[in-house]
């Protein structure tokens, strides 16, 4: 079993950056597949960004490549997302989620979300 609680969402200003952390609990996190995703009012959730458990492999969505990096300490339990340049449209709730399968299929684990607010 993994429990994860992320941490790091407010609110700041377009342009502006935050870093989003996850800290995972229970055993065996340095096997983990690691992924964020977001809810924005009214939409699906969505994927944002995942990172296998060696971190030598990282995938973006679209909308946030070259402006979200996602990272992870394993010596931590801890996976990071830090965004930058940020928009209104990334305002949402993100998710901290967990696989022990592949970043494509389902994902087994979720955090309870942090709110991220982009103000224009």
């Known amino acids: 079993q993994v429990q994860l609680v992320e941490s790091g969402g407010g609110l700041v200003q377009a342009g502006g950056s935050l870093r989003l952390s996850c800290a995972a609990s229970g055993r065996d996190f340095s096997t983990y597949a690691m992924g964020w995703f977001r809810q924005a009012p009214g939409k699906e959730r969505e994927f944002v960004a995942a990172i296998r458990w060696t971190g030598s492999s990282t995938y973006y969505a679209d909308s946030v490549n070259g402006r979200f990096i996602i990272s992870r300490d394993n010596a931590k339990n801890t996976v990071y997302l830090q965004m930058n340049s940020l928009k209104p449209e990334d305002t949402a709730v993100y998710y901290c989620?967990?696989?022990?399968?592949?970043?494509?299929?389902?994902?087994?684990?979720w955090g309870q979300g942090t709110q991220v607010t982009v103000s224009s």
């Open positions: 989620a967990a696989t022990y399968g592949t970043i494509t299929g389902s994902w087994d684990y």
